[in-house]
């Protein structure tokens, strides 16, 4: 059984290979290349080099700012996007009475499109922030802010299915083994659930972080 899963293991990998080269692979590179030349649009691309680097680092006030506030961004939402998912994946493979439908719905905002969820959480924030006489871009925290969480709202869900594969593939006979023994759960967690499910920790912060170093090079770009 484990040479035939090995024999066909590139077959089925080939089609979610294939998916990540062209939705995050190519345009990453491309992003890169496109950092190092100057253009309107990416048909007109003039190769000038690292010009675009030293002109952001010369302009301190601005470029920094605008890396600094990325910076802090991608740490608070890459923190919180997995600690959450990380804690529904958690309740939702307890065995709770409407697992699935739960699943569904923690799931379904990554399927609405950027445009239109900033356009829903806008209306969401603004209608809360209007009772006080200020708006989103009243201030720059409220704009940090509604950004961290719209992107909570969209990218949990995703992840936390990630999660869920993960803490359902733990062999069984390991957490019974853990139970007879007396072990807490608290020592479950971290000495069975966390290690077993680095491999999906590792998928989710690559996949948050590479998306966010997208939003750097689109600084430079």
């Known amino acids: 059984m484990e040479n035939t899963v090995k024999r066909w293991f590139p077959v089925f990998a080939l089609p979610t290979l294939i998916a990540f080269m062209i939705a ?37 006030n601005e470029f920094l700012s605008s890396l600094v506030f990325t910076v802090k961004f991608v740490v608070v939402s890459v923190i919180t996007i997995n600690v959450i998912a990380f804690l529904l994946a ?3 493979t ?7 439908i739960f699943r569904t719905v923690f799931f379904m905002p990554n399927l609405i499109g950027g445009i239109v969820l900033g ?3 806008q209306l969401i924030i603004n209608g809360f922030l209007y009772r006080y006489g200020y708006s ?11 950004l961290v969480i719209l992107t909570n709202w969209q ?17 069984n006979d ?13 020592r479950v967690l971290f000495n069975i659930t966390i290690p077993s499910v680095m491999p999906s920790i590792t998928i989710c912060l690559f996949l948050k972080i590479s998306y966010c170093l997208l939003e750097l090079i689109s600084l430079l770009s």
């Open 24 to 60: 995050f692979l190519v345009p990453f590179c491309m992003g890169l290349y496109l950092s190092f030349c100057n253009f309107r649009t990416v048909t007109d691309a003039q190769f000038v080099g690292l010009a675009n680097y030293i002109r952001a680092f010369a302009d301190n």
């Open 90 to 92: 958690l309740m939702l």
């Open 94 to 100: 307890r065995g709770v009475t409407g697992t699935n």
């Open 119 to 121: 356009y829903i959480w």
């Open 136 to 146: 989103i871009t009243s201030n720059a925290t409220f704009g940090y802010w509604g």
């Open 155 to 171: 990218m949990i869900g995703y992840m936390m299915i990630i999660y869920i594969a993960g803490i359902q593939n733990i062999p």
């Open 174 to 186: 390991i957490m019974e083994a853990a139970k007879v023994d007396g072990a807490s759960p608290a």
